[in-house]
């Protein structure tokens, strides 16, 4: 059983710790755990329950009414909600919830409902996106189970891959090409894996390579099936000065080539760019990028 801080509950529900220690003193929603030094810790338990008052107070619910449900109705009202919800934040907790339980079928039921709602890209962009950012963050801090974020990396992983699929049946590859890789120590790569899907439905010719491409591994490739532009992602934690010396590395290396780079790490830390470098922070802006390297081709 994990162990969990309230501070940790604040980051990963987006309740304040202030607002937590009111909801256990005036309503009992949470009965922590404390050390032999007084200091509260919460469950697993403590989490989930916690994650799901935050989607019903979030939509509506006053706490004083969230207090008076039972556990299973707790959980059958967030559920409704999931289904029938508006909110792009609804289902990041959702799939929150799904993650620490380990429940596929609630992870398919959340996706498939924000599919149907938003569209498969959106939904990518707008709910995946940044729930892989909040769970990275959580993952490299320890505050998670690095076997639940594997669980829950390993499933839309599974959604891409299944829409890389139908796309390649469906598209024949008459435009630019272009190399997708995360540079050397970089694993998390279900970002770069759906942009490479957007890049076969535009028409492109991808070259797919993965998670942590040594540097001479990539000059190797270009040798033997040179690319027109390269796309690459920064996750995990460095500084800025180490990430433009990284950035540099592959100016020099491929002098002359476009380079597209995105990644949270990218949009925090606001780099330095070398020349004909391009921050991708969404699916219009590549798409736009696209269009111009294909009439510069």
């Known amino acids: 059983m994990a162990v969990y801080s309230i501070k940790d509950l604040e980051n ?3 309740v304040k710790a202030h607002t937590i220690r009111i909801w256990e003193r005036r309503y009992g929603l ?3 755990n404390r050390t032999s030094t007084n200091i509260r810790y919460y469950s697993d338990a403590d989490l989930k329950k916690l994650l799901n008052i935050s989607i019903l107070n979030q939509n ?5 009414k969230i207090a008076q449900l039972s556990e299973q109705q707790l959980r059958d009202r967030v559920l409704e909600l999931c289904i029938n919800g508006r909110k792009n934040n609804l289902h990041i907790e959702s799939l929150m919830v799904s ?6 079928k609630k992870f398919v039921n959340v996706l498939s409902a924000a599919v149907i709602k938003y569209g498969f890209e959106a939904t990518v962009e707008q709910v995946l996106f940044p729930f892989l950012d909040r769970i990275g963050m959580l993952w490299q801090t320890g505050t998670i189970n690095p076997a639940q974020e594997h669980f829950i990396s390993n499933l839309i992983r599974q ?10 049946q469906n598209i024949v590859a008459q435009g630019p090409k272009m ?7 970089e694993m998390h790569e279900l970002g770069i894996l759906f942009y490479s899907f957007i890049a076969r439905k535009e028409g492109l010719e991808v070259i797919y390579l993965g998670a942590s491409v040594p540097l001479e591994d990539l000059k190797a490739v270009q040798q033997i099936r040179p690319a027109d532009a390269f796309f690459t992602s920064f996750v995990t934690a460095r500084d800025k000065e180490q990430l433009e010396v990284d950035l540099l590395k592959f100016r020099e290396s491929f002098t002359d080539i476009p380079f597209f780079v995105s990644g949270k790490l990218v949009r925090e830390l606001e780099p330095q760019l070398p020349d004909n470098f391009t921050v991708i922070s969404s699916v219009r802006i590549f798409k736009e990028n696209i269009k111009l390297l294909q009439y510069s081709d």
Do not use: Q, T
Request: cysteine-free; hydrophobic content about 45%; proline content about 6%.
């Open 159 to 168: 959604k891409i891959m299944v829409a890389i699929d139908n796309e390649m």
């Open 99 to 104: 993650m620490l339980e380990l429940d596929e």
């Open 60 to 64: 509506g619910y006053k706490i004083s």
């Open 12 to 14: 990963i529900s987006g």
């Open 30 to 32: 949470i009965e922590p």
């Open 179 to 185: 190399i997708f890789f995360l540079p050397e120590g």
